[in-house]
């Protein structure tokens, strides 16, 4: 993997967008002062690639700039000639994304999950986290106790570095599976003792069992056949007895139904001679009657005629009344519209009077509405006048306010700001003494442990020496001097004394030591543990000291604008107040002045509005503004005078058309009048002439309408006989059909009798048949009793409850068979099962104790350690010139110096510079090594590395030894970045970048590059 740009936002203290160009570049130097923040750019490049960082692992919120909403990272590499691009963004719910380049320059998107961007992200590097922090990111204090420290420490970093407490847990995951194999083994035998039927002698029981039980199945199988032919037999009886009662019940119902039919017969002919007696007697009522339907029609049309006379004389009665009263009403009228016309010529004259006053009155109201306007125009300027000082006056108020407010929240701010220092500067004294605690205390608890381990081994040792000499006290007993020898078979010629060893004593010292080591490590886990807080706590403290120095800087900076010494910050507030008291007195006192102007100015406006349209359409001549009390009086006035004109001309104006609208009136009365009298002549001809068109009579209406009366009397009756005749006929008819019918139903009746008696005697006989079949069947299945058709069900069921039965006992002698023979070879199964747990366990016994920390992890750290010398050795070889190359001698690294004949000595011996080189060299080694010896498969060549600090304390020959050392590394293809606050380093390696901070936010410049302000970022954080 090799880095090609890196974009980051928002990230630590990078609050606005920076980018770091990799490509081009082979040997770098990243250079700032403690803090700018040169390692947040490893962080940010880790964080892109596995969404977590190693000071605090997945929990990156607190990496977000102080104040900022959200961080992104973009972070652009090449792997084996593929170009691809990483962007991750916090917090979490805005996604991540992976994408590759296309050969035409495009963004080909590949992952868009956190979670799977990290696991395709390893498959492509080859790398984990946890890999890639060790071997990118080269811890280099590490490398230097590595190097020269003593060998538990060695173990200890090897341990770390490779994995190898993965083995250890493996260790006590066998050591659980055996014990777990050795508990199912006791289970799986405990459950065979349980499977006590599982005999040869229970499964030979159990088949003749289930073979008696098959027989006595077959013998009663034999008799159902019988008893189902009895049933059967005993139903065809119970069916052919049922039907002959049926058929008996029916014979008697089809003799009443006949008997029935005739006596119905004879009602019906009854009835019909009853219908024939009374139609006769509506006959002769009505000859009897003596209705004449040709009179009845003659008198109707007289008694019409005399009342179409009658309405005629009294429709020429009406005619000549009305005759009368409208000639009165003519009259009448003449005379009242003469006297309303002399009344609406007097009220025109007076409303011609009323409106020349009322046109004077409006004269005078026009000059006086001229001058009002005049004087609320002048009134109107004054009080704009005065409200632009007003407002001057306020701004200029809101202005000092403003400087106070401002000024007051900067002194405020200022001193909030210098006691979180001052209290930010005690926390961090308290962090850093307790850093100093916890490191003593984590030195400590790592001594002890080392110490532990070392008497733990010795005590192991021991236990191991007393079991061997146990064992071959165990081959000596018996022997004599002559006896072959049970190891090599050759004559014992002397047999020395030997005490017993002391196993239990040796056992003894082993637990107790094991019990130290355990301690050891429990404390040195927990001095780590309140180390690492301790650290981290004094991380944050020293953050916190540095917000604290860049936010009083700010306020510094925000109060450097205004002129104002910082010292100073609470007499200027206060001058500015009261500047601002005094800009608001001012702009009160213009505000009653603009107030008393408009409120004059309103009041004649008010006034002159209520004139309303009066003055519309007049051509006003222009007037001087006067004294407003006395324009308002003079216009108070003239519309006082002008209403009351207007009122008095209204008044004559609305007596003029009423007294106009009456006259008109009356004359349409005149005219409605002559038009009545017209309508009432014509009316009274029109009924003289259908009176006399009518004629005379000399018939008397009396008579006339008694003979109408008798004779309508005789037409009802006549009609209700009419209606009672035709009733009589349609019952006759239907008195004649009901006896027809009754007559055949007679007949049906006597025909069903007869066949219903002759199916009675046939069923008889087949019932009588049926009971012969019954005692045939009963004597051939040897039922006992005389027989029984209702028994007959009951012993079949019977039976086959006994088959039943018998099935079942059978069948469960079956499945007792079967269980038996299955849990036979069940037990077979678990005893194979038992003998597998137990070679389980003794293989994850073999296992736990090859895992052991003084066997194979051991072998491991030793393999590690020859790999890693002779790897090591020739990366020292070239960074030296080939005057140094590491070996490894008692456990512990040597130098050979090819200068000095060969010469073989300590690593400690090293000057600074040569130490410097010789981890370097070291972890260059571990670097190309971890993925094949910690198992991340085969061995990768990787092309980047990045050396954070390290050269603090390194004299200046050392580190130009240092520096000629990393410029032969980046010699070949390999991109080296360098990471330190060291001048000097900065000035050996001309291609660097500076972080450069300003107050709490950091940002990046290349000397003699373009500046960054000027460089477009590529970058965007999603809001």
Known sequence: MRPLRLDVRGFTSFREPATLDFEHRRLFAITGPTGAGKSSLLDAMTWALYGQVPRVGRETRQLITHGAKAMAVQFEFSVRGDRYRVSRQAPGNLGARLEQQRPDGAWEPLEDRARE?????????????????????????????????????????????????????AGRAARNRAAGARSAAEATRE?????????????????????????????LAGR?????????????????????????????????????????????????????????????????????????RRLEREAQMLDQREAARRAVDAAEVEQCGALEAAEEAAEEAAR???????????????????????DTLAAAAAAALATERALG?????????????????????????RLTTLDERLRTQQQVLAAAGHEHDQATAARETAQTASDEASEWLSEAEERRAERADALDLAQRQDAAMTLRQGLQPGDPCPVCGEPISHIDPHIPPELDAARTALDAAEAVL??????????????????????????????????????????????????SLTEAAEQASADAEAERARAAVLVAERDRAGEAAGRLGILRASIGDALAGLDTAEADAGDPEGVHAALDTAIDAHRAAGAEAALASEHA?????RSREAHANVQRAGERRTRADAELARAQEHLASL???????????????????QATRHREIEAALATAAQELAAADARVEAAGAALARAEETATRRAAEATDALALAEDARRGLAEAWTAAAVEGAPDASRAPRLLDEHRAAVAACERERDLAAQRLETARADAERAEQMRADASTYDGTAELADDLAHELRRDRFIAYVQREAMYLLAADAGERLRTLSSGRYRLVVRDEAFWVVDGFNGDERRSVKTLSGGETFLASLALALALSERLPEIAGRGGAMSLESLFLDEGFGALDQDSLDTAIGGLETLAGGQRLVGVISHIPEVAERLPDRVEVVKNGATSRLVTPGAVPEAEVEPSLTVTP
């Not at 390893?122 to 190097?147: I, N």
């Not at 349980?194 to 077959?218: F, G, K």
């Open 224 to 296: 159902t056949t019988l008893l189902v032919a009895v049933s059967e037999s005993a139903r065809v009886t119970i069916e052919a007895e049922s039907a002959a009662d049926r058929a008996a019940t029916a014979s008697a119902e089809a003799t009443r139904d006949a008997e029935s039919a005739r006596d119905a017969l004879d009602g019906d002919e009854q009835g019909r001679e009853q219908a024939r007696a009374d139609r006769d007697q509506l006959d002769t009522e009505r000859a009897a009657l003596g209705y004449d339907e040709a009179e009845h």
């Open 695 to 713: 004629g005379a009579s000399d018939v008397d209406a009396d008579t006339v309408r008694a003979a109408l009366t008798a004779t309508q009397q």
């Open 657 to 661: 058309r009423t007294a106009a609208e």
């Open 518 to 567: 355990r301690n050891a490590r429990s404390e040195q886990a927990t001095a780590a543990t309140t180390l690492a807080a301790a650290e981290a706590d004094a991380m944050r403290v020293a953050s916190a000291v540095e917000r604290a120095n860049a936010d009083l800087d700010a306020v510094r900076a925000e109060a450097a604008p205004s002129g104002v010494d910082v010292d």
């Open 340 to 362: 309303l016309g002399r009344e609406a010529d007097s009220a025109e004259s007076a409303r011609e009077r009323a409106d020349i006053t009322s046109r004077a009155a409006l």
């Open 117 to 169: 961007v990290t696991r395709r992200i390893e498959d492509l590097l080859g790398l984990d986290f946890a890999t890639f922090t060790k071997t990118v990111l080269l811890p280099q204090g590490a490398f230097d106790t590595f190097l020269r420290g003593d060998e538990p420490q060695r173990r200890d970093i090897l341990t770390r570095l490779l994995g190898l407490g993965r083995y250890e847990e």
């Open 381 to 405: 300027e004054a009080a704009n006048a005065a409200d632009d000082r007003r407002v001057a006056a306020e701004l200029a108020a809101a202005e000092r306010h403003e400087d106070a407010r």
């Open 191 to 219: 459950q065979i003792e349980r499977l006590d039927a599982a005999t040869p002698e229970a499964i030979t029981h159990l088949e003749r069992e289930h073979a008696s039980l098959a027989a006595h199945v077959e013998t």
